[in-house]
Structures are given as C-alpha cells and as structure tokens.
C-alpha cells in the first residue's frame, strides 16, 4: 500500500515530497490528528494507479493503494439515521481491485465515495498579527495602502478588535464606501516582529492551529473577501491570484471541507467555492468526494508509510493507505 514519491505530504512542519517524510515524522490520519511515521520503504512497483475524484483531485500510488469508501448502501443509512450516525462500516479496496463498470451504479451516478478529513490538528502559532485582524487587514487592502469597509458587520468587526487590543475607526468617502483604520498598524506589528509585510495568505497562517484557522476564515467571511453566494447556498471567493485563492482552498480544505475551484473562462477570476460546515456537530463520513475514475498509469517510484493507521497525502487532504491487516495467529 504505497502512494508515488512525489505525492505532497502534509506534517506537522509543513507540506514535503513523501519520498522525503522520515521515520519519526508527524502526519496526520483520517481525523487530522497527529500519527507518528514508524517505518518507510521506497520501491519501484510494476504497476501504478491514479485516482480521479469528483472536484478533480487526484491520488497515485501502487497496485496495493487501498481506500476506505463509502457505497451506496452506507450513504443511505447516513442519510436515513435521524442521530447522523452509522456503525456500518466503511469498505476498503485496493485500487487494483476496482474495474471501470464497479465506479458507476445503473444509474450512472458515481458509485463509491471518500469521505473527507477531520480538521487537520496542526500547532498552534505564534503569529505577529491576529488571524482574524490579518483576514480583514489583507482582504480590505488596496493597492494604495488604503482600507474600505462598506456593507461590512462593522460592530462586531470593532467588537473582535477590541479583544485583541486593535481599534478600527471609519471615515465616510466621497464615494458613498467607508475608510477604516486600524490601530496600531498591521503593517507596524508585522515589521516589530522581524516579519516581511505579507501580500498574500502566508502559510504560517493557513498551517495554524484549528481555532487559528477558523478565525482565519471568518475574518475572510467578515471583509467580503468570501461571501456567501444565495443562488448557489454556497460561500464564494473570486480572486485573480491563482496562489491566493489555492493557499484560501488549501485553508478550507484543511478544515474538512470540500471545495470546488473554477478556472476562468468568460474573465480573469478564480472562483473557489464550498459549504461552511467546520462545527462539531457534522459527523465523520457526511461530508465526501465520490471516486470519477481510475486509470492505469506509468509505473513511478513509491513509498510505504507505516504510521499503524490511516494517513492524509495529495492535495485536499486524502486519505489512504490503511493498514495491513493482523495475521491471526
């Protein structure tokens, strides 16, 4: 059960190539709570496999890549369960084990589902700024230095400033939109801690800790930099940064979300799209990506990561490799 070396791997110092991740290494399983790596081996298989979900991610690895899917049946009974909850357990194949015609049901609608991860459990930081305060400081940000808030929860925005020693004060503009301040200054608190002034999403930020993160998120929420679409029952991002809006996804996804990212076409934005759902209440296993295809590919070098568990690897945080199962004795 092995994944191709040059699959990225989060960790618990940032994201790496697996065919770097060591014994001893910090990865996450399934939940987003911290493995420890206990053995590695790098082989060149015979055979390799990529895996296409429905968003467009993909995961390759060998013959013996296993996944732990939901089907049909287990969908079901999630969905009929008045409590949300399920002791049926979840299917595990190896992706050499699964034919074209057993991803479709007769229906054609996709017949296998992975379900997303738990938020991912990472350190907590100790960042210059506030995530919160930073949210809306760069979201709000022009290319001039100057602040507008304009159609913006302004009181609760002041509210959340007050508690952490930040102040906001408004000034009306001619063109009908509000100045804001902020005092002291972002700029100032990035400069006294030894930091560069940031232009984008740092990933000392999107790699916080949960509740670093979700402060994160909500600061984006709160400027308008992310903003709920009523059409779509969706919360949208538009940006043209194509790294901004992949380090905003890599946030979301990190909280066990599933996104949805569309390349331009008629203009030159980015949408990032996905459901708001990182509270406690959403049980393991509701929120998932079905399995489009799986093709046969050039074999590649891989890697064995023995942490006694499942662990998450690619983009979106998979998860895969389960553990090999204990010979009775």
């Given at each position: 059960?092995?994944?191709?070396?040059?699959?990225?791997?989060?960790?618990?110092?940032?994201?790496?190539?697996?065919?770097?991740?060591?014994?001893?290494?910090?990865?996450?399983?399934?939940?987003?709570?911290?493995?420890?790596v206990?053995?590695?081996?790098?082989?060149e298989p015979?055979?390799?496999?990529?895996?296409?979900?429905?968003?467009?991610?993909?995961?390759s690895?060998?013959?013996n890549?296993?996944?732990?899917?939901?089907?049909?049946?287990?969908?079901?009974?999630?969905?009929?369960?008045?409590?949300k909850?399920?002791?049926c357990?979840?299917?595990?194949?190896?992706v050499?084990?699964?034919?074209?015609?057993d991803?479709?049901?007769?229906?054609?609608?996709?017949?296998?589902?992975?379900?997303?991860?738990?938020?991912?459990?990472?350190a907590?930081k100790?960042?210059?700024?506030?995530?919160?305060?930073?949210?809306?400081?760069?979201?709000?940000s022009?290319k001039?230095?100057?602040?507008?808030?304009?159609?913006?929860p302004?009181e609760?925005?002041?509210?959340?400033?007050?508690?952490?020693?930040?102040?906001?004060?408004?000034?009306?503009?001619?063109?009908?939109n509000?100045?804001?301040?902020?005092?002291?200054?972002?700029?100032?608190?990035?400069?006294?801690?030894?930091?560069?002034?940031?232009?984008?999403?740092?990933?000392?930020?999107?790699?916080?800790?949960?509740?670093?993160?979700?402060?994160?998120?909500?600061?984006?929420c709160?400027?308008g930099k992310?903003?709920?679409n009523?059409?779509r029952n969706?919360?949208?991002?538009?940006?043209p940064?194509?790294?901004?809006?992949?380090?905003?996804q890599?946030?979301?996804?990190?909280?066990?979300?599933?996104?949805?990212?569309h390349?331009?076409?008629?203009?030159?934005?980015y949408?990032l799209?996905?459901?708001?759902?990182?509270?406690?209440t959403?049980?393991?296993?509701?929120?998932?990506?079905?399995?489009?295809?799986?093709?046969?590919?050039?074999?590649?070098?891989?890697?064995?990561?023995?942490?006694?568990?499942q662990?998450l690897?690619?983009?979106?945080?998979?998860?895969?490799?389960?553990?090999?199962?204990?010979?009775?004795?």
């Amino acid at each position: 059960m092995a994944i191709t070396i040059n699959t990225p791997i989060p960790t618990h110092s940032g994201w790496k190539p697996a065919g770097d991740v060591q014994k001893g290494d910090i990865l996450f399983d399934n939940q987003g709570k911290p493995v420890t790596v206990k053995t590695v081996q790098i082989y060149e298989p015979k055979h390799c496999y990529e895996v296409t979900l429905d968003d467009g991610l993909t995961i390759s690895g060998d013959a013996n890549m296993t996944l732990v899917m939901q089907d049909k049946v287990w969908r079901d009974k999630m969905s009929n369960n008045k409590k949300k909850t399920t002791r049926c357990r979840f299917i595990t194949r190896k992706v050499s084990e699964l034919r074209p015609e057993d991803l479709r049901l007769p229906d054609r609608s996709r017949a296998f589902s992975i379900p997303t991860c738990g938020p991912v459990q990472y350190a907590n930081k100790d960042l210059p700024v506030p995530p919160y305060i930073f949210a809306v400081w760069l979201a709000c940000s022009t290319k001039n230095g100057r602040l507008w808030v304009n159609k913006r929860p302004i009181e609760k925005m002041k509210k959340i400033f007050r508690g952490y020693g930040f102040f906001i004060s408004t000034k009306k503009a001619g063109n009908r939109n509000e100045l804001f301040y902020i005092r002291p200054s972002v700029r100032d608190s990035f400069l006294f801690a030894g930091a560069d002034i940031p232009t984008t999403l740092p990933l000392s930020y999107a790699e916080a800790s949960i509740e670093q993160r979700i402060e994160l998120l909500e600061g984006f929420c709160d400027s308008g930099k992310v903003r709920f679409n009523t059409a779509r029952n969706k919360w949208e991002s538009r940006s043209p940064d194509y790294s901004f809006i992949r380090r905003l996804q890599g946030l979301v996804e990190s909280l066990g979300m599933k996104t949805t990212l569309h390349s331009p076409w008629r203009d030159l934005y980015y949408t990032l799209s996905f459901h708001k759902n990182y509270d406690k209440t959403t049980p393991y296993g509701k929120i998932r990506r079905f399995i489009d295809k799986i093709d046969e590919i050039e074999p590649k070098k891989c890697i064995f990561i023995d942490t006694g568990t499942q662990i998450l690897a690619g983009e979106g945080y998979i998860a895969v490799c389960w553990p090999k199962p204990k010979r009775k004795s």
